[in-house]
Nanobody, 117 residues
């Protein structure tokens, strides 16, 4: 089992920045993908960005150039730095860990990001 605890959400004006953090505990295994998804009201959950244990990153087109994902493997923590935030970034952001070898998928409880215009 893996437990995920997110922090860093909040309210910000358009153009502002936020940093989300997600600390994982439990049976992480050395090879995994940590990522951030988001779900806006009335919309499906979508990938924002993810990063492998080796450091390869992947971003949604909507956040490229504005977000940076990073991780600290020693702390089992993943970060999402978000700049130039837009009202359309308003959503609940969920941390995710995927352990492909065992087909395991874990989710945090989510943290709300609200961007006002």
């Amino acid at each position: 089992q893996v437990q995920l605890v997110e922090s860093g959400g909040g309210s910000v004006q358009a153009g502002g920045s936020l940093r989300l953090s997600c600390a994982a505990s439990g049976s992480m295994f050395s090879s995994n993908v940590m990522g951030w998804f988001r779900q806006a009201p009335g919309k499906q959950r979508e990938l924002v960005a993810d990063i492998t244990s080796g450091g390869s990153t992947n971003y949604a087109d909507s956040v490229k150039g504005r977000c940076t994902i990073s991780r600290d493997n020693a702390k089992n923590t993943v970060y999402l730095h978000m700049n130039n935030l837009k009202p359309e970034d308003t959503a609940v952001y969920y941390c995710n860990v995927y352990i492909a070898y065992y087909g395991l998928n874990y989710w945090g409880k989510g943290t709300l990001v609200t961007v006002s215009s």
